[in-house]
């Protein structure tokens, strides 16, 4: 089995900074990218970013875009979320995914298996 976890996310006030990790293990499985969703209260799932695994390159939700950096780890199949200025919009459950196929639609969700549980991030004003 694969098994996905996030870790890294906390309180933090408006403005404040956090690094969220994720790690996929386990089973076996291919990777062409690998990306970011959150989740609020009450609402939908939304791609947050994603990285191309084989030539680096990124794609940012627009609401982030300027904020957050998603990098590759050093080992393999690790993911970093670098967020800054944050703000209360930015309150969400965090999850890291693994995309194994190839597709045009990098930022698509049903794109996506072996999700993580997810790290939960508050921003207070």
């Known amino acids: 089995q694969v098994q996905t976890v996030e870790s890294g996310g906390g309180l933090v006030q408006t403005g404040g900074s956090l690094r969220l990790s994720c790690a996929a293990s386990?089973?076996?499985?291919?990777?062409?990218?690998m990306g970011w969703f959150r989740q609020a209260p009450g609402k939908e799932r939304e791609f947050v970013a994603a990285?191309?695994?084989?030539?680096?390159?990124?794609h940012y939700a627009d609401s982030v875009q300027g904020r957050f950096s998603i990098s590759r780890g050093n080992a393999k199949n690790t993911l970093y979320l670098q967020m800054t200025s944050l703000k209360p919009e930015d309150t969400a459950v965090y999850y890291c995914?693994?995309?194994?196929?190839?597709?045009?639609?990098?930022?698509?969700?049903?794109?996506?298996?072996?999700w993580g549980q997810g790290t939960q991030v508050t921003v207070s004003s």
């Open positions: 995914a693994t995309k194994p196929l190839y597709s045009d639609y990098v930022t698509a969700l049903y794109e996506y298996d072996y």
């Open positions: 990285i191309n695994w084989i030539d680096g390159s990124t």
């Open positions: 386990g089973g076996t499985f291919t990777t062409y990218a």
